[in-house]
């Protein structure tokens, strides 16, 4: 549960509302692709540059979302879509 102005979208309002998020380990679903990144970053024979961060596992994402309404400060509802996960697996 979180305030709507903390979602950091910009909206002005009080009310508070359901955030769900995805979260988990997907160690078990890793591809010939991530054993293969992995073990080159290992071995230092591909390198990623100063800005990025390469991961070698699936992450946990959101493969559904919700939308998420709710009223702001003017009295005027508002509606956020693809805000709130609605289901989750494991991407990449």
């Given at each position: ?6 979602l950091?979208l ?5 009310e ?17 692709y ?20 390469v991961?070698?596992?699936?992450c946990c994402?959101p ?5 998420v ?6 009295n ?6 693809k ?7 494991c991407?990449?």
């Amino acid at each position: 549960m979180v305030k709507v102005r903390d979602l950091g979208l910009g909206f002005n309002s009080d009310e508070i509302v359901l955030f769900k998020y995805c979260s988990g380990s997907c160690h078990r679903a890793r591809s010939n692709y991530d054993l293969t990144l992995g073990s080159l970053l290992r071995q230092q024979l591909i390198a990623p540059g100063p800005q990025e961060r390469v991961l070698s596992h699936p992450c946990c994402r959101p493969t559904r979302y919700e939308a998420v309404s709710f009223m702001d400060v003017q009295n005027t509802w508002q509606t956020v879509e693809k805000l709130s996960a609605a289901e989750c697996s494991c991407i990449g």
